[in-house]
């Protein structure tokens, strides 16, 4: 099984295999596998990661040699009196040309700077990886929602028109009866009112069905027409591990968004190292070789050549308290990054409870608005009997028509949050891997 968090280079093994619009719709998974490669999020996400992995080179820079050439040529036009006893001097006219070349080399044999920054970059490399694995599950949660809105817009609009049908029937059959001298003008002043607000809801299920279709379509990068519909029945299932205990001690040790925290606090204590670095002495091996062709006006037309090497000490006094003040303001960065990180792991916590108990509630939620629908379909039936036998009234069955739209609506909101937030439980324990999103197209697309 491959964890989305475990090895989010390998993610990319996806690409070029998408089959967006196919004859047979798409489900989730090969949704999030087209987001991999088309969610700008996701993209950024990718490049803020490979930004951040260079922090691990830059640093090692500093702990290796360095060389430089520096090259300079001079031209001098002038005039040089010599004299000397008191007798008047001679005048010679100068008019030359001065060059320097020099190559040279610094190796550092002890700099705890140096060090300190290397160390602080593999926590920010560790905290890159981290990051990109919390996008990681930023995206398969972000899409999950996304698909589901989508499933349930459609499903939305689809009963906003069978609620519009039938209220536009019970207008038809309430100005019949009241022509037939059955009826009042207030049931047909009702059900036409009904009707109106009903035709208004149609108007706003078209709206939030097509932000859904472009939310999902921005995402992906598929047709959104394209979708796979989704069976409404199904059989939900229990998280497991079974407590909420379990999920609570696998995101504390597995947890991206936690691993990110712990990476930061590493990378402020060495921050605080290498302040304090600004008091220690630093020792470098130094090389050089030189060329200089009329270096002085008492050389001129004289090449000289000259080769140095050594040890070089440095060893730091005073700095007018700026050593000081950069470790107290690491220090104080150092203890927030602390305080980030026990109020990390409280967030965490607190969403794995709560996605445990919308996950196991969220069985009970559809049982009850299953029984629910059922219940509103037989009482509607029972009120139309109702209506022909004179005991109900046209009011009586719009109210009970009204009651199903809403319980079925109910539970397929029920369904899809229900899913979404077995999702999102595992994704906050980090154990959240494609084949789960596999599972769901199992679940709950239609054969």
Known sequence: MTYFLAKPAGWLFVSGVLLAGSASGFGLQEAYRAALDNDPQYRAARHEREA???????????LLPSLSFNAGATRYNGDRTISSGGTPGTTERLDYTSRQNSLNLRMPIYSYEAISRYRQAESQMAYAES???????????RLASAYFDLQLAMYTEELAQAQVDAYQEQARLAARMLKGGEGTRTEVAESESLRDVAQAQLIEAHDQLDIARRNLQVITGLNPDAIQHLQQEFQPRLPQPATVTEWIDLAGANSPVLTVRRSAVEASKQEVSRNQAGHFPRLDFVAAYSRSNSDSINTINQEINTRSGGIQLTIPIFSGGYVNAATDQAMASLKKTEADLDNELNNVQIEVRRQFLATSNGLAKIDAYAKAVKSSEIALEGTRYGLKAGTRTNVDVLEAQRWVFSAKRDLEQARYTYLLASLKLKAAAAVLAEDDLSAIDKLIIQP
């Open 131 to 141: 990051l990109f694995s919390v996008r990681g599950n930023e995206l398969a949660t």
């Open 52 to 62: 951040g992995l260079q922090a691990e080179p830059m640093a090692r820079a500093g």
